[in-house]
C-alpha cells in the first residue's frame, strides 16, 4: 500500500523567505500526489495537485511542487512567505486503481515577523 | 456556492455512548469520504459514500459506519465511544467517485469529538 513521510514535525521561517516542505512516498506506480493546508481549527484545503505531465504544479496562494520519481519526492516551496502562511500542511498520496489517500503526519509551519 | 457543512462543530460523550455525525456536500456532489484525525494516528480514512452506498472503508472496526442519502448528505455514526474515538472528524466531498482519487475533495470544518 502507499505511504508518505513527511520528515519535517515543525519548521520556523522568517517572514519574506523561501520556504521548501518535504514530502517522500512511497508507492510501486505513478501516484496521485497532493499537498494540502489546515489552518487552527478549519478544514483540509487543497493547495495543488500531480497526476501527471509537468513535474512542476502550480498551485494557489503562490505555493508550487516539483514531482520527482528518482527521489519519491514531492516537495512544497513558496519563494517568500507570509505570516498568514503559518498553519499545518500535509501531503498526501493516493493509488491509481483504488479510492485509499493516505496522508503524512503533516509539518507544522510557524512564521516569525 | 455554499462549502462543506459539519454539525455539530463540537461534541462531548462518554464511554459506551454513541454518536451520530452529520456532513451536508456541497451542492451537486455525489461522494462523501470521512476522516479522522488525531494527534497520535494523524489523518485517516474512514469510508467513502457515492450514490448511497459505501464505496471504500479504510481500516476502522464496525463500531464505525456510516450512510449517505437521496440528497447526498452523510452521516457517521460512533458506538460504543471508546477514550481513543476522541477526535476530529473530518468530512470531505467531491463531485463524483473517481475524483477522489484524480480530483479534488473539498473538506469541512470538522466535528471535534471528545469522549470522556
Known amino acids: 500500500a502507499q505511504s508518505v513521510t513527511q520528515p519535517d514535525i515543525h519548521i520556523t521561517v522568517s517572514e519574506g523567505a523561501s520556504l521548501e516542505l518535504r514530502c517522500n512516498y512511497s508507492y510501486g506506480a505513478t501516484p496521485y500526489l497532493f499537498w494540502y493546508v489546515q489552518s487552527p481549527g478549519q478544514g483540509l484545503q487543497l493547495l495543488l495537485k500531480y497526476f501527471s505531465g509537468d513535474t512542476l504544479v502550480q498551485g494557489i496562494k503562490g505555493f508550487e511542487a516539483e514531482f520527482k520519481r528518482s527521489q519519491s519526492s514531492f516537495n512544497l516551496r513558496k519563494p517568500s512567505v507570509h505570516w498568514s502562511d503559518a498553519a499545518e500542511y500535509f501531503c498526501a498520496v493516493a493509488a491509481g486503481n483504488n479510492n485509499d489517500m493516505r496522508f503524512g503526519a503533516g509539518t507544522r509551519l510557524t512564521v516569525k515577523p | 456556492k455554499a462549502g462543506v457543512t459539519q454539525t455539530p462543530r463540537y461534541l462531548i460523550k462518554t464511554r459506551g455512548q454513541q454518536v451520530t455525525l452529520s456532513c451536508s456536500p456541497i451542492?451537486?456532489?455525489?461522494?462523501v469520504s470521512w476522516y479522522q484525525q488525531t494527534p497520535g494516528q494523524g489523518l485517516q480514512f474512514l469510508f467513502e459514500y457515492f450514490s448511497e452506498t459505501q464505496r471504500n472503508k479504510g481500516n476502522f472496526p464496525g463500531r464505525f459506519s456510516g450512510r449517505q442519502f437521496s440528497n447526498s448528505r452523510s452521516e457517521m455514526n460512533v458506538s460504543t465511544l471508546e477514550l481513543g474515538d476522541s477526535a476530529l472528524y473530518l468530512c470531505a466531498s467531491s463531485l463524483n467517485s473517481r475524483e477522489l482519487v484524480g480530483g479534488t475533495q473539498y473538506f469541512g470544518p470538522g466535528t471535534r469529538l471528545t469522549v470522556l
Open positions: 451542492s451537486g456532489h455525489r461522494s
